[in-house]
């Protein structure tokens, strides 16, 4: 069964297996190179009770895109142990999809929990990135590693929060695309 997390009031929610991925606690915080960043500490639940969660780091930028300020908000999945939380509530879903769907759609559930966010003056854009090497650490097999990330990173998911900031200041519903 294939996970597909919507968006609910500050949570992520797949209907099909019960889980839910509130909006995490979020702190703000300096990265070991010196840039900001974020450290977001996610909890699982299934039908009310807890399953897992997940600890993760993230760096903050804000770029302009076509005349619009963006702010990109990583969570950062390079370590295995990472992963490996990722897949533990797997276990408790009756006839899950393979492993690797699963953490995409994991990874999809972790920024769906940012999307009931009620002002934000810019545009958001969280994106959950792994590595290939991560992924091979994890225990996954990776056909053609060098085609898939040229870069070294993989993008698991991403979702855009667009800034429900008028021109006059004032703020109105969140809008995802």
Known sequence: ????????????????SGITIPEPRT???TMPDGSPGTEYQYAFYQNGRRIGGLGVWGHNTTINL???????????????QMILSMLKPRASIE????????????????????TGKPKNACDLRYVALTTV???IKSGFVVPNPEVISRNGNLVLAEETILSTAGRDGSYGQPHVQ
């Open 1 to 16: 069964m294939p996970l597909d997390f919507q968006s609910r009031l500050g949570a992520a929610y797949d209907a099909a």
């Open 27 to 29: 702190l703000l915080m």
């Open 66 to 80: 076509a005349g619009r300020d963006v702010t990109l908000l990583g969570l950062e999945l390079f370590n295995s």
């Open 95 to 114: 006839d899950p999809e393979d492993h690797l769907r699963f953490l995409f759609g994991m990874a999809r559930g972790l920024v769906k929990a940012h």
């Open 133 to 135: 090497d991560t992924l």
